[in-house]
């Protein structure tokens, strides 16, 4: 299974502070710019940093139509949802991603499109990323607490999860490795759901997996770390 080669228009990434979701989010969004007509929607109204909508004008110059809710990157401490996120589900586009936030409070924001996602269901992959070397998703059974308050909450069954473990400059193939490991056993216990493996490239050539791999690059990469 390949993320780019995906046919469905609507990827709807959710995963916890520190999972990479938002830099798999730009990946997605830059590399399908340059095939389709591509939307990014920021819908993460929990976490204030780190998030793509920093990178609104980098995206807008690679021709990703990005939108993001009002007062996002603000001192305000609820952004509103604007009108113009609706469109995304009427106005044609081959691709739109969304970077949703991490935890059940995030997936509220998804419920206020239910209806909107219920009559695009077939069009729409709901993907939950994983680290295993984050806090609250380093164990099996924390991993799987999570998916299931993120179902209940976003009212969408996911579809597919991501093994995106790492320790940014740190990772090991085996930390990936172990990380794979972990995440098979909860794809098995939801359904058997698919599962891909993230991260950079030569970590995963280094790394013997049985999943299908997708290597992203670092945009998010804080100044500290450089």
Known sequence: ???????????????????????????????????????????????????????????RNAGVRTLMPTYAM???????????????????????????GGDDTGA????????????????????????????????????LDLALRIRNRGRLKIDLLINNTNLADETTPEMVEEGEKTVLECAEMLDGIPVITAGKPEVLEKSRLSTSTYPIRRYMKPEWME
């Open 74 to 100: 603000t001192t305000v401490d609820i952004p509103a949802l604007p009108a113009e996120i609706q469109s995304v589900f009427e106005v044609p586009s081959d691709r739109v991603i969304f970077d949703v």
């Open 108 to 143: 509220a924001a998804l419920g206020r499109y239910y209806p909107s996602f219920t009559a695009k269901r077939n069009q729409t992959k709901m993907i939950l990323v994983i680290n295993c070397m984050r806090p609250l998703t380093r164990q099996k059974e924390e991993i």
């Open 1 to 59: 299974m390949s993320l780019l080669s995906c046919d469905k228009v609507y990827l709807v990434l959710t995963g916890n502070y520190g999972s990479g979701k938002t830099e798999i989010a730009l990946n997605l969004a830059l590399e399908s710019a340059k095939r389709m007509k591509t939307t990014l929607v920021d819908l993460d109204i929990v976490n204030p940093y780190f998030r793509s909508g920093e990178k609104a004008d980098d995206l």
